[in-house]
């Protein structure tokens, strides 16, 4: 029930915001306007993201067409009611989800990288550990400290931000239901070597 609930909040967002950018959104300046398709105005910024999604080297007339294309199938989506189907709600719901995980972990992820302190001794003590590994000398040490210490950097940024969710999980109210969990039959996939993953 809660989550037929939170499918329709949802969908009522998602609504939400395609009225107000269609229907509320400032008309664009004729300047900016590179095409209409029907009521829909394809302005500069439309068209640079266009461009932006295709091959470089495609020419104007092909990014604005493809855009074109694009519209018009949307507006027939629309027309068949697709755009109220369960299973697109349930992609977009998904998109939404894996754009805002994506939006937090680049923002902590920075923010963390920024935090992390590499100092010389952790730098020279890699070296050392990595020529101990590697058995043979390694390029000199000048060479390759400052590439050691963008990766310690990376690491322990990396660290920081799994303990940050380590951190979220133990304040969160996380309930586990270990018998639906084993009763869940996943579908095998073949890998591309030829195992089996599930």
């Known amino acids: 029930m809660k989550n037929i609930f939170k499918t329709h909040i949802f969908a009522a967002m998602i609504a939400i915001a395609v009225m107000v950018s269609a229907g509320c959104a400032k008309k664009p300046d004729k300047s900016q306007v590179v095409a209409q398709v029907n009521n829909y105005q394809v302005t500069i910024d439309d068209f640079k993201e266009g461009a932006r999604m295709t091959m470089p080297c495609a020419s104007k007339e092909k990014i604005l067409q493809d855009i074109i294309a694009k519209e018009l199938l949307l507006e027939e989506a629309q027309k068949m009611n697709l755009d109220k189907d369960k299973k697109f709600m349930k992609?977009?719901?998904?998109?939404?989800?894996q754009a805002l995980t994506k939006r937090i972990i680049e923002r902590k992820g920075n923010e963390f990288l920024a935090a992390a302190k590499v100092s010389d001794e952790?730098?020279?003590?890699e070296y050392k550990r990595m020529e101990q590994e590697a058995g043979a000398k390694l390029e000199p040490y000048e060479q390759v400290s400052g590439q050691l210490r963008d990766r310690l950097r990376v690491e322990k940024a990396q660290g920081i931000l799994d303990s940050w969710i380590n951190d979220l999980e133990k304040n969160a109210n996380i309930k586990k239901y270990k018998d639906i969990l084993n009763g869940i039959e996943l579908k095998k996939t073949i890998n591309q070597e030829g195992g089996a993953d599930e």
């Open 122 to 125: 952790e730098i020279k003590t």
């Open 91 to 97: 992609e977009i719901e998904n998109y939404w989800k």
